[in-house]
T-cell receptor, first 114, second 118 residues
Framework: GENVEQHPSTLSVQEGDSAVIKCTYS??????FPWYKQELGKRPQLIIDIRSNVGEKKDQRIAVTLNKTAKHFSLHITETQPEDSAVYFCAPQISSGSARQLTFGSGTQLTVLP | DVKVTQSSRYLVKRTGEKVFLECVQD?????MFWYRQDPGLGLRLIYF???????EKGDIPEGYSVSREKKERFSLILESASTNQTSMYLCASSPTGWQGSPGANVLTFGAGSRLTVL
């Protein structure tokens, strides 16, 4: 299966600063790159995703950038707020037909300090 | 509007007991997954299913089995629970879709089942 590494494992930022989380994957056939957010005690939920025909996607304060050559993609959060505090997971995969083994990164605990 | 429902939020079982964790989705998704979540280890895939009666092993299938007799229901079975299976179990589902189709590959998770094995 896919070998997925996510860095850093923990990240603390001051409110209003930016945060960047990086996900490195091994399978060059991967073509779908989502980020999930899990708030304390809640289920993971998709916050942003990108497909391999684009290099960057933005949604208000969050963005995802993709470097297929280097096999990594990153989550960018600008103007962080306390409600951004959560664990973030990446899950690169091949998007084609039926489900394949889907491997998540080990997660990044983001803490936004007021 | 809960779309993936896990039957039990909290369970306490004894070593050696048989445990059933049930998951039901109402979105007509083809794919269903069982993950285990432990601190520092992220989400680890136990089993997944891409169709009724079809199943495939994930990264950590040992000690677990699954059943998918109906499209909407995916059950995780611990034949003989052990203390090292104490964990949070998350079920998820996703639609089969081709590159770019709306919602393709997006996982919807259940609220989780926290299992304690004594």
């Amino acid at each position: 299966g896919e070998n997925v590494e996510q860095h850093p494992s923990t990240l603390s930022v001051q409110e209003g600063d930016s945060a960047v989380i990086k996900c490195t994957y091994s399978d060059s056939a991967s073509n779908y790159f989502p980020w999930y957010k899990q708030e304390l005690g809640k289920r993971p939920q998709l916050i942003i995703d990108i497909r391999s025909n684009v290099g960057e996607k933005k949604d208000q304060r969050i963005a995802v950038t993709l470097n297929k050559t280097a096999k990594h993609f990153s989550l960018h959060i600008t103007e962080t707020q306390p409600e951004d505090s959560a664990v973030y997971f990446c899950a690169p995969q091949i998007s084609s037909g039926s489900a394949r083994q889907l491997t998540f990164g080990s997660g990044t605990q983001l803490t936004v300090l007021p | 509007d809960v779309k993936v429902t896990q039957s039990s939020r909290y369970l306490v079982k004894r070593t050696g007991e048989k445990v059933f964790l049930e998951c039901v989705q109402d979105m007509d998704h083809e794919n269903m997954f069982w993950y285990r979540q432990d601190p520092g280890l992220g989400l680890r895939l136990i089993y997944f299913s891409y169709d009724v009666k079809m199943k495939e092993k994930g990264d950590i299938p040992e000690g677990y089995s699954v059943s998918r007799e109906k499209k909407e229901r995916f059950s995780l079975i611990l034949e003989s629970a052990s203390t090292n299976q104490t964990s949070m179990y998350l079920c998820a589902s996703s639609p089969t879709g081709w590159q770019g189709s709306p919602g393709a590959n997006v996982l919807t998770f259940g609220a989780g089942s926290r299992l304690t094995v004594l």
